[in-house]
C-alpha cells in the first residue's frame, strides 16, 4: 500500500468513527514526531501492539480485501498483571473483505456496532490437517447456540454479533456500505495465533510516497 492511502484510510476512519458517536484514546492522533518524544510511560501501547492498523494483507487491493483496524486493548507475555483480554474496533468496507482464517488460541466475539449488516461466512478447521471440513458446528449468536454447516453465510445486523471458537475459519465484509465492527476476545496476537486458509502476509508492504501522518501499531519509535 502506499503510505498516501495509509494516511488517508485512517482519516476516514476517524470521521466514520464520530458519525457513530466512538470516540478513541487521545494518543490515537499523536503523529510520528510527537511519538519521538514519549517515554517509557507509553510503554503498554507499544509493547501490546495497540493503535492503528490498515492492512491490505500484502495482497496490494485494499478496496477488495483490506481491514482498518484500531486495537484499544490487549495483553502480553510478561505483563505483571497478565491481561486476559482484547479490544479492538473495525471497519469492514462494502464488499470489503477479510480473508478466510481462523485462530489456535483466540476466542472473540464479533459485534456489528452500527452503519451497514455485516456478512459473515464460516466453516469448521479441522485441527490435525487445519484444512476446511464439510462438519456441522455450533456457534453463539447473541448468546444463543445456533447449529451451522459449512459455507453458511450469517448477517449481523447493527447490535449483533456472534462468538467464534477456535478453529472456525471466517471470511466477512460489510453489505450495503461500510461496516462499524467491534471486536471483544482473549488475547490477540497477530504474530503467531493467525492461520490464513491462503498464505498471506498479516501487514501491508508500504511504499512511502508521503511522509507518514500516524504511527501503526508496528511503528512506533523505541
Known amino acids: ?33 510527537e511519538w519521538n518524544g514519549k517515554g517509557a510511560e507509553y510503554r503498554e501501547i507499544r509493547v501490546a501492539g495497540l493503535g492503528w492498523d490498515i492492512t491490505d494483507f500484502a495482497k496490494g487491493d485494499f478496496a477488495a480485501e483490506g481491514l482498518t483496524l484500531f486495537t484499544l486493548r490487549n ?30 488460541k483466540k476466542m472473540e466475539d464479533i459485534i456489528n456496532r452500527g452503519g451497514a449488516d455485516l456478512c459473515l461466512q464460516l466453516w469448521k478447521a479441522d485441527e490435525r490437517t487445519e484444512e476446511i471440513t464439510d462438519a456441522p458446528f455450533t456457534a453463539l449468536l447473541d ?8 459455507g453458511d453465510i450469517v448477517r449481523l445486523h447493527p447490535g449483533e454479533s456472534i462468538c467464534f471458537e477456535p478453529y472456525i475459519y471466517h471470511q466477512f465484509w460489510g453489505d450495503g456500505g461500510a461496516a462499524l465492527v467491534g471486536e471483544v476476545s482473549t488475547v490477540n496476537d497477530d504474530g503467531g495465533d493467525n492461520r490464513f486458509l491462503q498464505s498471506l502476509g498479516r501487514y ?5 510516497d508521503e511522509p507518514p501522518r500516524y504511527c501503526l501499531c508496528n511503528e512506533y519509535p523505541a
Open 1 to 33: 500500500m502506499k503510505r498516501s492511502e495509509i494516511n488517508k484510510q485512517i482519516e476516514t476512519a476517524i470521521d466514520f468513527f464520530n458519525q457513530h458517536s466512538f470516540r478513541l484514546p487521545p494518543w490515537a492522533f499523536l503523529t510520528p514526531s
Open 75 to 104: 495483553g502480553y507475555p510478561g505483563r505483571v498483571p497478565y491481561k486476559t483480554y482484547c479490544e479492538k474496533i473495525m471497519i469492514a468496507g462494502d464488499r470489503q473483505v477479510t480473508p478466510t482464517h481462523f485462530h489456535w
Open 143 to 150: 448468546g444463543v447456540a445456533k447449529n451451522f454447516h459449512a
Open 204 to 208: 501491508p508492504l508500504i511504499v512511502e
